[in-house]
């Protein structure tokens, strides 16, 4: 969990965060989750990320920052994560006292303790079922942005409504990690927000509503649990009184919409319509502005955090940095910079050689192997070295490029 505080010129006044293994090891997570036995089910506990919220303020606190400063509050939770409070919650929520640490006051209050997150993928059937209930992956990624994923929301709750329906009803609402933990602050139950809600297969992307065929393919009475979304730009309110109290928050400190990280990149980077971002890492995610999107089987559309009216896709390559990590160990003595010379000896469409390379089974396309055709297109075990390199390298970018196009990106000319 981390906390940055900026003033009006964007200056950063303030940084610091709770590492979750080392700083909350009583909860005993690996890099803040739990794997379970199956290796499918990946979760963590809720009251976990209480407490940490409760740590970082005291951390703050305790070094004198200025509560009652803050004009506005705001922040970024991990898309696809969810939340499940307990009837009654709302008014615990509301009472809390500040004498206590809220972690303490809320212990009670979901009614499943350990929350699905985004590496889960304990869902495959509840993906199938609703993908068959909407007529096809196609027509549910023409809906809601994508096709049936084990990690979104919707498909999460169908599992946990059909394996313990007794949970299920006494769930009073659900949150996303970015909404619950905007509620936390809010002192009531915050909406989801546009953004960060299409990464859930529940809504529709072009009237931002709720699609009654989805929620009615995961589970009853869904809608009352979920809330009306929201702009990710609305002011939901003033901070909680609690925060106040305890903190000396100025009473007039707003609350502004929690969303997703993914969105939140595409807003903290500035991206405007024709740019394009990619975070090369061991997944390289692609992340764009766009006008007019096409929503096809790979790939997500999601509502664009910053307009409203116009989106955002997203497209994550499983081959990253550790497949070119292999081929620099391999063809470059492990050295960046000969890895570089090498790739600067060739030309540009390096004479007609083309690779693809998968060391693991890939998102986009789902395939795996390494494939490499020569200039007459004909299929060869190997390349020299610094046709290699660069056969990678304008592989993985051309991949982007194409599957992007494919979400309705167009390069500017």
């Not at 965060?17 to 036995?37: A, C, M, R, W």
Request: charged content about 20%; glycine content about 8%.
């Amino acid at each position: 969990l981390k906390v940055i505080a900026i003033d009006e010129q964007l200056r950063v006044i303030y940084e610091d965060n709770v590492h979750f293994d080392k700083d909350l090891p009583e909860f005993k997570t690996q890099g803040g989750v739990y794997i379970h036995s199956d290796r499918l089910t990946v979760t963590s506990p809720v009251l976990m990320w209480v407490k940490a919220l409760d740590m970082i303020l005291e951390k703050m606190k305790s070094s004198g920052f200025n509560f009652s400063q803050v004009r506005a509050l705001s922040g970024a939770g991990q898309q696809h994560g969810s939340v499940y409070w307990k009837k009654g919650s709302i008014q615990i929520l509301k009472n809390a006292s500040p004498e206590l640490p809220l972690h303490q006051s809320l212990k009670g209050c979901f009614s499943v303790s350990n929350s699905p997150i985004w590496m889960d993928s304990s869902t495959a059937s509840q993906c199938r079922e609703l993908e068959r209930a909407v007529g096809g992956a196609q027509h549910l990624a023409s809906v809601t942005g994508s096709r049936a994923y084990e990690r979104f929301t919707g498909n999460q709750i169908a599992k946990i409504y059909s394996q313990n329906p007794e949970v299920y009803k006494q769930t009073e609402r659900i949150s996303l990690v970015s909404s619950f933990a905007a509620s936390l602050f809010l002192g009531t139950y915050a909406p989801i927000d546009y953004s960060d809600g299409s990464g859930m297969n529940l809504l529709q992307i072009w009237e931002k509503t709720w699609s009654k065929s989805c929620l009615d393919a995961c589970a009853p009475g869904l809608e009352e649990k979920l809330g009306c979304p929201v702009p990710s730009h609305s002011v939901l309110g003033p901070i909680s009184p609690y925060y106040s109290q305890r903190y000396g928050f100025s009473p007039d400190c707003k609350i502004v919409a929690f969303t997703g990280d993914n969105p939140a990149s595409l807003a903290g980077m500035r991206l405007q319509e024709g740019d394009i971002a990619i975070s090369l890492g061991t997944s390289d995610t692609l992340f764009l502005w766009i006008q007019e999107p096409t929503p096809a089987l790979e790939g997500h559309i999601l509502c664009n955090p910053v307009d409203s009216q116009t989106y955002m896709a997203l497209l994550c390559f499983k081959n990253g940095s550790l497949m070119r990590e292999r081929i620099r160990d391999e063809c470059a003595s492990g050295s960046w910079d000969e890895f570089s010379k090498a790739l600067s000896s060739t030309v540009a469409g390096n004479s007609g050689n083309l690779g693809f390379y998968f060391d693991v089974m890939e998102i986009t396309p789902e395939a795996v192997g390494i494939h490499r055709f020569n200039r007459d297109n004909q299929k060869v075990p190997s390349f020299p070295k610094e046709v290699e390199i660069r056969a990678l390298i304008e592989g993985q970018f051309m991949a982007k490029r194409i599957h992007a196009e494919k979400l309705g990106y167009k390069v500017c000319k």
